[in-house]
C-alpha cells in the first residue's frame, strides 16, 4: 500500500521574475539535504490543507506571507527518503509576497538566485526533471512520478492534463 509523507515546495518569485527564493541547506550536519539549494515547504500536518501548509513553513522559513500561489504540479518519489520512504509533494509557484523575508533560519542560508541559473545549483538530481516545468508558463499542472533508489532517481514520467 502507497501512503507516502505528504510535502510542499514552493518557489517564490521575486517582483522583476527573475530570480527565485531559495534556502542552501547549510546549518545542520545530519540533514540529508545539506548542501543544497531547494524551494521552501515541508510536510504537511494531519489538520491542515496544503494551502495551509505552504502558508505556514514559508512563514517559519522566510517569515513572509506568499500571495497569488499557484499549483505548478505534483511529484510522487517513491523511496525518496533517507529511509526509503516513499514522498508526495505539491509543487507550487508564488508570484508575490508581503514583507522582507529573513535571510536565515535553522535549516540554512535563503538567496535570491535568478531562475536562469538553476540549473548550476547544487541540488537534488532529479531537480532538473521538473524545475523548468515550474518556470514554463503553461497554465495546466504537470504530475510527476520519480522513484528513487539509494539516493539517486531511477526514472522520471511526466503528464499534463
Given at each position: 500500500m502507497y501512503r507516502p509523507i505528504l510535502a510542499s515546495l514552493v518557489f517564490i518569485l521575486s517582483a522583476?521574475?527573475?530570480?527565485?527564493?531559495?534556502?542552501?541547506?547549510?546549518?545542520?550536519?545530519?540533514?540529508?539535504?545539506?548542501?543544497?539549494?531547494?524551494?521552501?515547504?515541508?510536510?504537511?500536518?494531519k489538520d491542515e490543507d496544503i494551502l495551509s501548509c505552504i502558508l505556514r513553513e514559508v512563514q517559519e522559513e522566510a517569515a513572509i506571507t506568499i500571495e497569488d500561489v499557484e499549483l505548478r504540479g505534483t511529484i510522487s518519489w517513491p523511496g525518496f527518503g533517507k529511509n526509503g520512504e516513499d514522498w508526495f509533494g505539491f509543487i507550487f509557484l508564488a508570484h508575490s509576497y508581503q514583507g522582507e523575508p529573513k535571510m536565515t533560519n535553522e535549516e540554512g542560508d535563503l538567496h535570491w538566485k535568478p531562475i536562469a541559473e538553476l540549473a548550476d545549483l547544487p541540488m537534488w538530481e532529479g531537480d532538473k526533471y521538473f524545475l523548468p516545468l515550474v518556470f514554463d508558463g503553461n497554465p495546466s499542472p504537470f504530475h510527476g512520478s520519480m522513484p528513487y533508489a539509494n539516493g539517486r532517481p531511477i526514472s522520471w514520467t511526466c503528464s499534463r492534463g
Open positions: 522583476d521574475k527573475n530570480n527565485v527564493l531559495l534556502v542552501h541547506r547549510n546549518k545542520r550536519g545530519n540533514d540529508e539535504h545539506l548542501g543544497k539549494y531547494n524551494g521552501l515547504g515541508g510536510k504537511m500536518e
